[in-house]
């Protein structure tokens, strides 16, 4: 019994470890030009049974099942973060990249796939359909932050958070080709339209029914909302899966809905979502890092023939998937070309390419490995290389306004009035001038401001500075015309 608890108690000492050390490097991340998610994959290598032989970790099993419930809340804090306005004019071209463009670049990896391993044509193109897709985990943690113009932030991360369901559609539709006999061609496609239109419509639904049960529901404490909140999106991916519609699909859309929606506590469902957010990114790619046997993975034949095929990604089928998806919409060339080298790959591909290892597919830990060495590489080369990629092309855009967030007054949502939160950066019109002369809606007052680390107490004549931090009491009939003013 004594031994049980030791254990136990050493475990938990080893993930606060593990989870300080984490937090610790998305602090330096930026600064070393590394993506967090990589640092996170080499953490869990590190601790695991081929490093420092901490943990010893090889159940495929749960580590799908982690990696699932992973990527549910990181799409959904992605989607809730994304606004409507940003990505409705490039829903188009975006929809396009995630299905023509990851069926492009899955046939091409595929062929050269064939080429490079003993393999048939139909693992060929299994292993290019499991690396086709952009990661929205990976996506999304990269651009954030970054200074990138809105339409082709806009364009990445809606294709990121909708291209999952034809790769997942690709990878499954190619593991049954080589598994079931006689499989008929009509059923995979209708079962590709049923997965992405009753996905849709789900995910609408669902986020409809969410907004409704949020904004009326009276609980007794504000930290319940994010709570709820996220059993939606859990509910909705589950539901939408088990009637084999695109739960992943469903789960984005959902949370579009959500996210663009008057919401009670939104402040605190995003502030909550974005650091659960982190969590599932953290505990995720630490799993996968210690599913990963480095001994195997970093081997003359791998790395090899995985530069061979990370080569063929990154330089020929991702542009060519570009430059063909988007030949009828209106981007520049520098635009496709951006648009080209920031197809992240990331958990998607890892996860899916546990496909084969539980189903124990021939040539399945072929597949992780190549797959795994892949979306390091493209982590390590795209990732890291973006904001560089977008300031030679000329596509950085001025520093972007912190939205302003609101601040809920009381737990029960009785007020008439909420404190919103707006940060002033370089590019505010409000910079220099003094409170008396900024025309803020009649049912709002500015009630204190943060400068320097410390609080200012704003009077009529106090002029706004650069950084400065204010807070502002409106009423929440005036909420969305301060909102529009302060962009």
């Known amino acids: 019994m004594f031994d049980v608890i030791n254990n136990t108690d050493q475990f938990i000492l080893l993930a606060a470890i593990v989870l300080t050390v984490s937090v610790l490097v998305t602090k330096f991340s930026n600064r070393l030009g590394v993506p967090s998610l990589i640092l996170f994959i080499l953490l869990g290598m590190l601790i695991g049974s081929d490093g420092l032989g901490f943990i010893y970790f090889d159940n495929a ?98 294709e990121s958070g909708t291209n999952d369901p034809m790769a997942v559609f690709l990878t499954i539709s190619f593991i049954q080709l080589l598994t079931i006999e006689n499989l008929s061609i009509a059923g995979l496609v209708f ?10 419509v789900l995910g609408y639904a669902f986020g409809q029914l969410a907004v409704a049960s949020i904004n009326r529901i009276n609980l007794d404490s504000s930290g319940l909302y994010p709570l709820i909140a996220l059993a939606f999106a859990l509910i909705t991916y589950s539901f939408s899966a088990i009637i084999g519609a695109s739960g992943l699909l469903a789960v984005y859309i959902a949370a579009l809905v959500i996210g663009n929606a008057e919401l009670t506590y939104r402040h605190s469902i995003l502030q909550f979502n974005e650091g659960f957010g982190w969590m599932a990114q953290i505990t995720m790619f630490i ?41 009828f919409f209106r981007y520049q060339i520098k635009e496709k070309m951006f648009l080209s080298w920031a197809g992240l790959r990331g958990a998607v591909p890892i996860v899916l390419s546990l496909f084969p290892v539980l189903l124990n597919l021939d040539n399945s830990q072929l597949y992780f490995n190549v797959v795994f060495f892949v979306v390091i590489l493209s982590a390590l080369v795209q990732g890291s290389t973006i904001t560089v990629i977008a300031k030679y092309l000329g596509l950085l855009g001025p520093k972007k306004t912190k939205p302003a967030h609101s601040l809920e007054l009381v737990s029960l949502g009785k007020s008439n009035v909420e404190m919103l939160e707006y940060e002033v950066v370089e590019s505010s019109f409000v910079i220099g001038k003094q409170l008396v002369d900024i025309s803020f809606p009649q049912k709002a007052l500015v009630s204190a401001i943060i400068r320097d680390q410390k609080v200012v107490t704003p009077t009529g004549d106090t002029k706004i500075h650069k950084n400065d931090i204010l807070y502002i009491l409106v009423n929440k009939k005036a909420k969305n015309e301060l909102k529009d003013m302060l962009k």
Do not use: C, Y
């Open 61 to 158: 099993r749960i580590a799908h099942l982690i990696g699932m419930v992973a990527l549910v809340i990181i799409l959904f804090e992605g989607g809730i973060q994304t606004k409507w306005k940003t990505i409705r004019p490039v829903i188009g071209s975006s929809l396009t990249l995630a299905t023509l463009g990851v069926l492009i670049t899955s046939g091409l990896v595929g062929i050269v796939a064939k080429q490079v391993f003993d393999i048939s044509w139909l693992e060929a193109m299994l292993l290019g359909s499991i690396v086709g897709s952009t990661d929205a985990a990976a996506v999304f943690a990269v651009l954030k932050g970054k200074n990138i113009k809105d339409k082709l932030e806009s364009t990445l991360e809606a």
């Open 287 to 327: 799993i996968l890092g210690l599913f990963v046997f480095p001994s195997t993975l970093f081997t003359t034949s791998i790395i090899w023939k995985g530069l061979v095929v990370s080569g063929v990604l990154i330089f020929i089928a991702r542009p060519v998937a570009v430059f063909l998806s988007l030949i």
């Open 191 to 200: 079962n590709f339209l049923w997965q992405m239109g009753i996905g849709a």
